[in-house]
């Protein structure tokens, strides 16, 4: 399983998202470091609407994902980019 498919798995079935994306901008990185050559799965983007982030602070909602996430930063994923959202609230996207 992909870095991309066990994040969508681990949040989809911690927060039962609404809509959930996860997008994969390692290759929009390449060459920022001598070791990011944009092959991997270094760089990810997640846009998250789910009720349980209702009442939660922007912060809150950002150390929930990171938290449920550290086993793939701990493993080599470099930079993870969270847009969270509780339904009904204005997104960028």
Do not use: C, Y
Not at 34 to 63: C, K, Q, Y
């Amino acid at each position: 399983m992909s870095i991309r498919q066990t994040i969508e798995q681990k949040l989809t079935e911690a927060f039962q998202p609404e809509r959930l994306i996860v997008m994969d901008e390692s290759s929009l990185h390449a060459g920022h470091q001598p070791d990011i050559t944009g092959t991997g799965e270094t760089h990810m983007r997640v846009r998250i609407i789910s009720a349980s982030f209702s009442g939660m602070s922007r912060l809150a909602r950002h150390r929930a994902v990171n938290e449920l996430l550290k086993p793939e930063l701990d493993a080599g994923l470099h930079a993870l980019a969270i847009e969270p959202a509780a339904p009904g609230e204005a997104t960028r996207w």
